[in-house]
């Protein structure tokens, strides 16, 4: 089973940026289709960014244009690049798959306050 670690997070102002580091072992990551996810307090969990193992991307209408998903299949790391952040972005952000059905690391806390 792949295990997954992200890191990156951190209290920033809002417009401010912060990337993102998902970490994930064994040699499946290269082929799958993943995802950054994120779940803010009293809220379910939500999927942000996706992006296919060559590269093509897709957002939530609420991140576009402020965030990217990027990977880099030969170092079985996915990132998220964050920008002109908001409040409404404070979250727990994960990565997985697009599917959700591996195990869920335990996610890296994005703070945006002033």
């Known amino acids: 089973q792949v295990q997954l670690v992200e890191s990156g997070g951190g209290l920033v102002q809002p417009g401010g940026s912060l990337r993102l580091s998902c970490a994930a072992s064994?040699?499946?990551?290269?082929?799958?289709?993943m995802a950054w996810y994120r779940q803010a307090p009293g809220k379910q969990r939500e999927r942000v960014a996706t992006?296919?193992?060559?590269?093509?991307?897709d957002y939530v209408d609420s991140v576009k244009g402020r965030f990217t998903i990027s990977r880099d299949n030969a170092k079985n790391t996915m990132y998220l690049q964050m920008n002109s952040l908001s409040p409404e972005d404070t979250a727990l952000y994960y990565c997985?798959?697009?599917?959700?059905?591996?195990?869920w690391g335990k996610g890296t806390l994005v703070t945006v306050s002033s």
């Open positions: 997985n798959s697009r599917l959700g059905n591996w195990n």
């Open positions: 992006i296919t193992s060559f590269g093509l991307t």
């Open positions: 064994g040699s499946s990551f290269r082929t799958t289709y």
